[in-house]
């Protein structure tokens, strides 16, 4: 729980970019971040990029010097997970951009991971070696075959001490089930299956069949000019393996029960908030769209990120969300421009912390905002290079709309949307959130007194 909002987040501790070396000079598209997650220890942060790279950092254990610092996050393994490919029979491209990565909780001393581009979603075994197999019989250390005429005594292999070496390998590859591309995927509490959703259909998969999927949804249309939404996003109840929600273009939320029937195309829970007439314009059903959907930890709530607002709701009440956060609403007047520059199309996903009480969620210039629940407060922080000095204090940023500007704040005119920031990732248990910024990884934590 938080000490006080007042020190959350005001901490950076290291800033480091995901790519080694000078970023400044021509960042190449593929460097740019697309996905950020934790594991369930929160030892180890994943991160892929648009050029099919998975990054995994972990954390470094506290030093006995300096046992008030804790540990920093550094390059643990970077492997190519997905590459370019070409569909032949569609004449279209697929891109290597990995959309979503999804841990596997630790059953052994080796780490699973879930991440998928467009169309494939893979199986990844990352695990260490510092010991190696010598004194073969049959081969000799190149591990090249000996000649058996040339082997007189037996020896006993032995296993030698050697540096330590990271190993990514792809245990399962879930190819060919999608026909649009996936948006989301979600690991089931039973740990046996996983889910994935593209536009139209989400697919449920078994861990150890990779030939085949069931379809558990399915909104497509037998006429496709007849298509008046998409699915954004889908996630599966924390605790009961049964239950998952997925979002819609049209600011919905459906709850399914797949013990109801196999095809869940009949949900048994509708949210949606009634939308007032005032405030109705050509931008509304663009804005309503939700790009994010997500459980809190105790499976009580369900968190959506649509363009200008976070909503709370309660699994119990479907007519309406019990809390609303105002993202950036002074963009309100700026829809058109954001329109014709399409980033009113961005996709901002969002996060709870460990124990539901604080959410977060990205902004333009680089900023990202959190809401403290109980005492309803929100703050607005940057990541950016210029304030990421090590144990420099994040200080809180304002907007100002019209009217006369203040020394600290910045005029909703002169934000730059270029830089956002789409991907969040919270620590499960401790207040240590990473923020993607282009191509840029920051880790902050809050003040250790």
């Given at each position: 729980s938080l000490a006080g909002f007042g020190n959350l987040m005001q901490d950076v501790l290291w800033c480091f970019s995901q790519v080694k070396g000078t970023i400044d000079a021509g960042v190449t598209e593929a460097d740019i971040i697309s996905t950020v997650e934790f594991n369930h220890t929160g030892e180890l942060l994943a991160t892929g990029d648009k050029g099919g790279r998975v990054v995994i950092f972990q954390r470094e254990q506290e030093s006995k010097h300096q046992p008030h610092r804790r540990g920093e996050y550094n390059v643990y393994s970077t492997f190519q997970s997905h590459e370019p490919e070409f569909d032949y029979l569609k004449s279209l491209e697929i891109e290597e951009k990995i959309n979503k990565i999804r841990w596997l909780p630790q059953q052994n001393a080796?780490?699973?991971?879930?991440?998928?581009?467009?169309?494939?979603?893979?199986l990844w075994k990352v695990s260490e070696r510092d010991k190696r197999p010598e004194?073969?019989?049959?081969?000799?250390?190149?591990?090249?075959?000996?000649?058996p005429s040339m082997i007189t005594v037996l020896r006993v292999p032995v296993l030698r001490p050697m540096d330590l070496m990271v190993e990514a390998t792809?245990?399962?590859?879930?190819?060919?089930?999608?026909?649009?591309?996936?948006n989301s995927i979600s690991v089931?509490?039973?740990?046996?299956?996983?889910?994935?959703?593209?536009?139209?259909?989400?697919?449920?998969?078994?861990?150890?069949?990779?030939?085949?999927?069931?379809?558990?949804?399915?909104?497509?249309?037998?006429?496709?000019?007849?298509?008046t939404e998409v699915i954004t996003a889908a996630e599966?109840?924390?605790?009961?393996?049964?239950?998952?929600?997925?979002?819609?273009?049209?600011?919905?939320?459906?709850?399914?029960?797949?013990?109801?029937?196999?095809?869940?195309?009949?949900?048994?829970?509708?949210?949606?908030?009634?939308?007032?007439?005032?405030?109705?314009?050509?931008?509304?059903?663009?804005?309503?769209?939700?790009?994010?959907?997500?459980?809190?930890?105790?499976?009580?709530?369900?968190?959506?990120?649509?363009?200008?607002?976070?909503?709370?709701?309660?699994?119990?009440?479907?007519?309406?969300?019990?809390?609303?956060?105002?993202?950036?609403?002074?963009?309100?007047?700026?829809?058109?421009?954001?329109y014709e520059n399409d980033c009113i199309f961005d996709k901002f996903e969002c996060v709870w912390n460990g124990s539901d009480s604080v959410i977060?969620?990205?902004?333009?210039?680089?900023?990202?905002?959190?809401?403290?629940?109980?005492?309803?407060?929100?703050?607005?922080?940057?990541?950016?290079?210029?304030?990421?000095?090590?144990?420099?204090?994040?200080?809180?940023?304002?907007?100002?709309?019209?009217?006369k500007?203040?020394?600290?704040?910045?005029?909703?005119?002169?934000?730059?949307?270029?830089?956002?920031?789409?991907?969040?990732?919270?620590?499960?248990?401790?207040?240590?959130?990473?923020?993607?910024a282009t191509n840029n990884l920051y880790i902050f934590q809050d003040k250790v007194n």
């Open positions: 080796a780490y699973f991971l879930l991440s998928t581009n467009d169309k494939t979603v893979k004194g073969y019989n049959l081969k000799d250390e190149d591990g090249r075959l000996r000649d792809p245990r399962r590859v879930f190819a060919n089930a999608h026909t649009y591309h996936i089931n509490s039973d740990y046996e299956t996983y889910m994935s959703a593209d536009d139209l259909r989400i697919n449920l998969w078994n861990f150890e069949i990779t030939n085949q999927s069931f379809n558990i949804v399915d909104i497509k249309p037998a006429n496709m000019e007849e298509l599966f109840h924390p605790h009961h393996c049964n239950t998952f929600v997925y979002s819609s273009s049209k600011g919905t939320i459906r709850l399914c029960d797949m013990r109801a029937s196999a095809l869940c195309d009949r949900h048994a829970k509708f949210f949606e908030e009634p939308e007032d007439p005032s405030n109705r314009s050509f931008f509304s059903e663009i804005i309503s769209s939700i790009s994010d959907v997500k459980f809190s930890h105790s499976g009580r709530y369900i968190m959506t990120r649509d363009y200008l607002t976070v909503k709370v709701w309660d699994l119990n009440m479907e007519n309406r969300p019990i809390e609303t956060y105002q993202v950036h609403d002074y963009l309100r007047s700026k829809l058109c421009s954001l977060m969620t990205g902004s333009y210039n680089n900023f990202f905002r959190m809401f403290d629940r109980n005492t309803k407060r929100d703050v607005t922080l940057e990541a950016s290079r210029e304030n990421s000095k090590p144990r420099a204090i994040l200080k809180p940023r304002k907007v100002c709309v019209g009217g500007r203040r020394k600290d704040e910045i005029s909703v005119d002169s934000l730059d949307f270029s830089k956002k920031i789409l991907h969040t990732a919270w620590h499960p248990s401790e207040n240590i959130i990473a923020v993607a």
